[in-house]
């Protein structure tokens, strides 16, 4: 099946540790995001990466960090620098470039500090 | 920052009456995208409506669109518990070159009773 996943789907996280959520797409997308999301919230962007290779900031991309190595993949960092991290994580993909279309979510990371 | 608003916040009918919810967004757009969050999940595509188009229709759901009032509203007809679900409005600005600011309400929180 073509999809989009996120893992894990729960993750705990200590005061100062960095933690890596993983995102994976099987679309052949070349668009990828990651949105935060908090109670009763909507969705802020965080990252995203139209490219392989290439990836820029969103709106709050203090404290967070990403890589785009492969098409398929597109994990987040949390570092210690993000001071309130704990929220509902989610990545998506699209077609990407020079198109308008619809975008694809995983469905989410939930990470808590204790 | 947030482009589009959706009204109202919560919105609990009875099982078989029609919901209504509306978006209110601020620039040009692309196009406005409508999605369904089931609790604790990722976000759902529901419907597409491009900047020229003023109506279109997906099974029970109605989807309209007035660029002179920068506003949409969502109508899903013959409501069934299984529409209890968060309900998010996203803006495609015109300024984008693809989905990179794809823009997402706050959510309007509908109940469906039985």
């Known amino acids: 099946d073509g999809g989009i996943t996120q893992s894990p789907k729960y993750l705990f996280r200590k005061e100062g540790q960095n933690v890596t959520l993983s995102c994976e797409q099987n679309?052949?997308?070349?668009?990828m995001y990651w949105y935060r999301q908090d109670p009763g919230q909507g969705l802020r962007l965080i990252y995203y990466?139209?490219?392989?290779?290439?990836?820029q900031k969103g709106d709050i991309a203090e404290g967070y960090s990403v890589s785009r190595e492969k098409k398929e993949s597109f994990p987040l960092t949390v570092t210690s620098a993000q001071k309130n991290p704990t929220a509902f994580y989610l990545c998506a993909s699209s077609r990407g470039q020079n198109t308008h279309t619809e975008a694809f979510f995983g469905q989410g990371t939930r990470l808590t500090v204790v | 920052s947030q482009q589009g608003e959706e009204d109202p916040q919560a919105l609990s009918i009875q099982e078989g009456e029609n919901a209504t919810m509306n978006c209110s967004y601020k620039?040009?757009?692309?196009?406005l995208q409508w999605y369904r969050q089931n609790s604790g999940r990722g976000l759902v595509h529901l419907i597409l409506i491009r900047s020229n188009e003023r109506e279109k229709h997906s099974g029970r759901l109605r989807v309209t669109l007035d660029t002179s009032k920068k506003s949409s509203s969502l109508l899903i007809t013959a409501s069934r518990a299984a529409d209890t679900a968060s309900y998010f409005c996203a803006t495609d600005p015109i300024s984008n070159f693809g989905n990179e600011k794809l823009t997402f309400g706050t959510g309007t929180r509908l109940t469906i009773i039985p």
């Open positions: 990466s139209q490219i392989v290779n290439d990836f």
């Open positions: 679309l052949n997308h070349d668009a």
């Open positions: 620039t040009s757009i692309n196009n």
